[in-house]
């Protein structure tokens, strides 16, 4: 699929290695996100974040300079409390960050014969007895829920493993396959979409994670901009078998892509 301008009516974007790195707003992030609004276009944010709940995120956007409304913002995590509560799984094991609870209200937390194992960011707290027990649960008939399984995130020390290594070995352990329920899963771009009221092929997203956010965008239908900033690395992209349909040197080239002068 060849860049077609014409066709974006609406936006979607990643943060995490587009508009911020760590603590560091990425230059021309906020001068990009004003002349967005200033021209109209819907956009929302999405993001496979699941170190910090909704609220916190908005609050670190905040101290960051980036003013971002709640209703904006769509996580995976939220999308993955929708999905349970849709699907009535609601005895849950949860494997995330303390502060990502919030975003599962309405979700009862268990230990014991859970309906579905929710699998998150949990840092270095990964090892043998915690999937061990993961796997017992998933054997005793759980739902094995994926938040996200990237395969690496980034940091201010460069790139590490995420939890799509924990996500794979599970199912292969247990047997089962994981249901996806942030980014690269084609429900969460579409569902995106639908919060403007657009069709995905008039939808755009940028991204640094040329799997999960180009491949993903690109399954749902929508183009997909890959900014060589954050985990971006040549040599990824070029094993990926993914080929974006823009590629921008960051952020603050958006305007330029989008036929600004």
Not at 7 to 31: C, H, P
Not at 161 to 175: K, M, N, P, S
Not at 211 to 226: F, N
Request: glycine letters at 12%; one cysteine or more.
């Amino acid at each position: 699929m060849a860049w077609d301008h014409a066709r974006v009516e609406g936006l979607l974007f990643d943060l995490n290695g587009v508009f911020y790195t760590g603590d560091e707003v990425i230059a021309g992030a906020g001068k990009t996100l004003d002349a967005i609004r200033e021209r109209g276009i819907p956009y929302r944010f999405i993001t496979n974040t699941t170190t910090q709940s909704r609220d916190a995120l908005v609050e670190k956007l905040g101290a960051l300079g980036l003013d971002v409304e709640p209703d904006s913002l769509m996580t995976a995590p939220i999308a993955t409390r929708d999905y349970l509560l849709r699907e009535n799984l609601l005895r849950c094991h949860f494997v995330v960050d303390r502060d990502v609870l919030r975003d599962f209200r309405g979700l009862e937390a268990v230990d014991r014969e859970p309906d579905a194992v929710v699998i998150g960011d949990i840092g270095d707290r990964w090892g043998y007895a915690l999937l061990d027990r993961l796997f017992a649960m998933l054997t005793g008939g759980a739902r094995l829920v994926a938040v996200h399984r990237n395969r690496y995130s980034q940091s201010g020390t460069g790139l590490h493993v995420d939890i799509g290594l924990f996500v794979a070995g599970l199912e292969y352990a247990a047997d089962t396959e994981a249901v996806l329920t942030g980014k690269p899963s084609r429900r969460f771009f579409e569902a995106a979409a639908r919060s403007m009221e657009l069709e995905p092929s008039r939808v755009a997203v940028v991204g640094d994670d040329v799997d999960s956010d180009v491949g993903g965008a690109q399954g749902a239908g929508m183009q997909g901009v890959l900014v060589r900033t954050g985990k971006y690395r040549p040599e990824l992209v070029e094993r990926s078998g993914v080929t974006p349909d823009a590629e921008i040197g960051s952020i603050a080239d958006l305007a330029r892509l989008l036929g600004d002068s």
